[in-house]
């Protein structure tokens, strides 16, 4: 993979999701690391990047790491009001 800038948005959003007791340069560290290792899957819609590893997606946009999120849906309990 090429070079890729973290932006803000992705930092804190790792941060928020993955690794809540990191500081702010021990969280970018980490995801440049796990950026390093990510594999392209396919585009998505505006001609960005979606590259993944294991469950954690990474979209990448004109050279910046836009966001990352998980990739898998959990679907919640059913409820008993009905």
Known sequence: MTHVSLTGHAI???Q????G??????A??????L???ARFP???AGKA??????????????G?????YRGQNVSAPPTDDL
Do not use: H, K, P
């Open 64 to 68: 910046r790491l836009v966001t990352v």
């Open 28 to 33: 970018a560290w980490r995801l440049a690391r």
């Open 12 to 14: 804190a959003g790792f």
């Open 42 to 44: 396919r585009m998505c």
């Open 21 to 26: 007791n990191l500081s702010w340069s021990a």
């Open 49 to 62: 990047r979606l590259y993944t590893l294991g469950d954690i997606r990474f979209v990448v946009q004109d």
């Open 16 to 19: 928020e999701r993955f690794a």
């Open 35 to 37: 950026m390093r290792r």
